[in-house]
């Protein structure tokens, strides 16, 4: 016989303990107001034991709620967590939102002051955070962990890998020396490298063909002058 699937409001402490998280870990959604939600009779998602989900809601359920977004959670789950697990899904589920920003870095607002907010995709680096501030309570955690474990720290990443790259071929240009054309003569790499100033018929010719900002011939004689 399966469970009747069905919802019910979240009790008080489900709430005491939203608002504790939020105001520790996530004081960006401090102006949120949040409705919880009991799942009951399983929840499951590809086939896999959901423990925790969020919705923000649209402007028109969000006025008549007078709330943001909702936290939807396990309620058969949930009623078999240690309080660190309880706080790790709460936790987890709460870095997938964030308030909307305009281009300015300025946070959007509904007429009634509070922020908008907005669905994010998941973040590794959020995860880990919150790993650590609740340690391993689940098995997706524990697996990681082992995982972890398992990798060698010491293999170089892209991004060091790159810088690496970087270093050996500026090491290598500097060992070689200038580059020079076909018939010896320096080429110029590096913008900041010095000028050799020019004497004679050089400087002569070098300064014909200089031009102003505006794109005019500088006058080099008298012949140049347009009077």
């Known amino acids: 016989m399966t469970n009747d699937k069905f919802i019910t409001d979240a009790p008080s402490e489900v709430n005491e303990l939203l608002q504790d ?3 520790k870990n996530h004081t960006h959604l401090d102006d949120s107001e949040f409705v919880v939600i009991m799942k009951h009779g399983g929840w499951k998602s590809k086939g896999k034991t959901k423990l925790s989900g969020v919705s923000v809601l649209n402007e028109a359920v969000r006025m008549s709620m007078d709330k943001d977004a ?3 959670l396990n309620a058969d789950m949930w009623n078999q967590m240690t309080d660190p697990q309880k706080r790790y899904v709460i936790d987890h589920a709460l870095c997938t939102l964030d308030v909307k920003m ?7 607002e509904a007429p009634d002051g509070r922020p908008l907010l907005k669905t994010l995709p998941p973040d590794i680096e959020a995860f880990f955070a919150v790993i650590t501030r609740h340690g391993a309570v689940s098995e997706d955690v524990k697996r990681l962990a082992f995982a ?14 790159a810088e690496e790259q970087a270093k050996q071929e500026k090491e290598q240009q500097e060992q070689q020396g200038p580059k020079t054309d076909a018939d ?6 590096d913008p ?3 000028k050799i100033p020019l004497e004679g018929e050089e400087a002569t010719a070098a300064a014909i063909i200089a031009t102003t ?3 005019e011939k500088v006058p080099v004689s008298d012949d140049d002058l347009p009077f």
């Open 21 to 23: 998280i939020i105001s």
């Open 102 to 108: 305009d281009k300015h870095d300025d946070v959007l």
């Open 148 to 161: 972890i474990k398992e990798v060698n720290v010491e293999q170089l990443t892209i991004e060091m890998a």
């Open 70 to 72: 909702i936290l939807y």
């Open 192 to 194: 900041n490298q010095a």
């Open 213 to 215: 900002m505006e794109g």
């Open 184 to 189: 010896g003569n320096i080429l110029i790499t």
